[in-house]
């Protein structure tokens, strides 16, 4: 007997939100599968967002089911989701400012390992965390930074240790929401060689909203278009972008044509 197909890293069934009447994310079926990048794009207002907020857990839906590895998650708390292996990026709020790069990397390991966050003295002397914070902050190039506090970084370098941080996570699913949002040009390749990394050296799903049509045919196994909350595309790179409804709706106006 052929063994059973394994289930998709992530998975959402007739996913819906309504905020008043107004329906956000519209009955999104959806499955997202190990060592994939797929990029999502669509309009501001599209419900992208609200989709990833809905997955991690912010938000709970109106309708339809969240499931990781074929577990249904809808009831769970956005904390149970992240044990389970759902990595949101880091938002600047989620950082230590008056910690440095170093610190803020290792209570992520140290969380990770479910050693509590009130060890922070004690798990100084814990080399293993720290020697695995370095590890992260090297492979992240930013063993350059360790030791600045995370308040004080340029802009570019606090995006980064963002992306650090979810990757000292190791989650099994990697949630980008514009991370090269209100990075100047020159930033913005560190930041893509960072996710990039991250697909190419693990067998990890990775979901990117990213508005940069250049920048998600780089990246991006397969694109997924949402439009007033519904899949309206999804498929090949070449293929999503090459169609109609991309060509008409998206690549002449909303989405930046970079
Ligand atoms: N908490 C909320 N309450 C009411 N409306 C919301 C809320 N969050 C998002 N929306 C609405 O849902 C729609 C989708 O928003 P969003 O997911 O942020 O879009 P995107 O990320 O694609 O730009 C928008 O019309 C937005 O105004
Ligand atoms: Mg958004």
Known sequence: MAPAPSPPALETRDLTIRFGGHVAVDAVNCAFHPGTLTAIVGPNG????????????????????????????????????????????????????????????????????????????????????????????????????????????PHGDQRKLEVAMLAALEPDVFMFDEPTAGMSVDEVPTILDLIRRIKETTDKTVLLVEHKMDVVRQLADRIIVLHNGALVADGEPAEVIASPIVQEAYLGGAIEHA
């Open 46 to 153: 599209a419900g992208k967002t609200t989709y990833f907020n809905l997955i991690s857990g912010q938000l709970r839906p109106t309708d339809g089911q969240v499931l990781v590895r074929g577990e249904d998650v809808t009831g769970l708390t956005a904390a149970a989701r992240t044990r389970r292996g759902l990595g949101r990026a880091f938002q600047l709020t989620n950082l230590f400012p008056g910690l440095t790069v170093r610190e803020n990397i290792r209570l992520v390991v140290q969380s990770r390992r479910g050693a509590g966050m009130d060890l922070l003295s004690r798990a100084a002397r814990r080399t293993d965390l720290v020697d695995e914070a370095d590890a992260v902050l090297a492979r992240m190039s930013l063993a350059g930074r360790r030791d600045d506090l995370a308040g004080a970084l």
